[in-house]
Every structure is written in structure tokens, then in C-alpha cells.
């Protein structure tokens, strides 16, 4: 078992970036809300999208990262499986993904960031309203965020079995629940370009997105 306290304490103090931080709390949303959908551990689920990229600012190149960081997160007490999936989300490591969970955290990962990518050219640039017919039409747009894998998505929703439109969907919902209600002078945060290679730069976040 891993608590959310315990994820997010390990996370902070590997981890400085506002962006990154930023991003791990929206692949935990992601997570959680797949986790309430298939019955599976809350915590867990949340811990390994907080963590899935926690080492990135000590080891920003493959295959130190995410290699290096399990050793840390197993030396945490970091559960095994949750270890396991934040190896498997690299394709790199060469370790496959064998259980849903792991499964899950490879396809919310990047379609987190490319959700919030699109997000950010919308008008008031918040998620609340996208609808996933614009997704896919970025998605098809190789100009667009081109440092995002499409093929990684693209895979990742089939490796869980779901439909890609529902997956996108199912994201956005996520998403939309933990940012804020639509309000006159609701304010957005726009992010610094994040050092992540694979983030599309200025992603946005609305404010009220989930915390600590």
C-alpha cells in the first residue's frame, strides 16, 4: 500500500519543476479516474501517475531514467507493482506491460499532456468543453505538439482495450473534473515551457487542478 501523502512527498523531493509536478497531478487524476472505473486501489493507481516521472530532472535521458529512479522508490518502499508499471511506461526498459495498471499509466501519460496542448489553443485556453473530436483532429495535425508520440497514444489506448475516442473522452472528463467551474475572471496558469522532452511547450493547467 502507498499513500498519497507518501507519493506526493517523494515526488516533491525529486522533483522542483512547477510543470512537471503539474503534470504528475494530472496523469494522478487520470489514474484515479481509472481506477474508480475497474474497482482498483484509489492510492495506488494515483501514486504510480505521480510518480511515473519523478527522477526526470535528476536523469532526463533514457535509460537512466526511469532505470535509476526505481532504485530510489524501491529504497522509499515504493510497492513493487506501481515500481513495475513506472519501468513499463518506458518502452526502452523492455519490460512488458502485463497487468492493467500498468496498462493504464502508458496511456494516460502522454495523452494527459496532449489533452492539456489542446486545451491551451481554445478559447480561454481551459479543457472544460473540449470535446474529443478536437483531440483527434490534433492528433492527425503533425505540426501540432509534433514532440508528442502519436503512435504511443495511439497504442496505449489499445493496449487497454478501450475505444480511442471513449479513451480521449474519458481523459477529458477526468481533467475537467478537478479544474474549476466556469466563472467570470476564473483565472487559467499558464505553465513555463516544461524541460520534458516529450511535452508539447505551454501546456496549460487550469488553476484548482488537482493538488497536494
Known amino acids: 500500500m502507498i499513500s498519497r501523502d507518501h507519493a506526493w512527498s517523494v515526488l516533491t523531493e525529486f522533483t522542483k519543476s512547477?510543470?512537471?509536478r503539474k503534470h504528475a497531478r494530472a496523469v494522478e487524476a487520470s489514474m484515479r479516474a481509472y481506477a474508480r472505473r475497474y474497482g482498483e486501489d484509489l492510492d495506488a493507481w494515483g501514486g504510480a501517475g505521480i510518480l511515473h516521472d519523478f527522477d526526470y530532472e535528476m536523469h532526463p535521458r533514457a535509460?537512466?531514467?526511469p532505470l535509476k529512479g526505481?532504485?530510489?522508490?524501491?529504497a522509499r518502499r515504493v510497492p513493487?507493482?506501481?515500481v513495475y508499471a513506472i519501468l513499463a511506461h518506458a518502452d526502452y526498459s523492455g519490460l512488458p506491460r502485463v497487468s492493467r495498471l500498468d496498462r493504464a499509466l502508458y496511456a494516460c501519460d502522454e495523452l494527459s499532456g496532449f489533452v492539456h496542448a489542446v486545451a491551451l489553443v481554445r478559447p480561454g485556453r481551459v479543457i472544460r468543453g473540449l470535446e474529443p473530436s478536437s483531440v483527434r483532429k490534433?492528433?492527425?495535425?503533425k505540426a501540432f505538439a509534433r514532440t508528442v508520440n502519436r503512435d504511443d497514444v495511439y497504442r496505449g489506448a489499445g493496449e487497454l482495450g478501450v475505444d480511442l475516442d471513449e479513451h480521449i473522452a474519458f481523459v477529458i472528463a477526468a481533467l475537467t473534473d478537478v479544474a474549476p467551474r466556469?466563472?467570470?475572471g476564473a483565472r487559467v496558469?499558464?505553465?513555463p515551457a516544461p524541460s520534458h522532452?516529450?511535452?508539447p511547450r505551454d501546456v496549460v493547467h487550469p488553476e484548482g487542478a488537482p493538488r497536494p
Open 138 to 141: 490534433k492528433l492527425k495535425d
Open 182 to 184: 466556469d466563472r467570470p
Open 18 to 20: 512547477d510543470s512537471l
Open 80 to 82: 513493487e507493482r506501481i
Open 63 to 65: 535509460p537512466h531514467h
Open 189 to 191: 496558469t499558464r505553465l
Open 70 to 74: 526505481a532504485e530510489i522508490l524501491l
Open 197 to 199: 522532452p516529450r511535452f
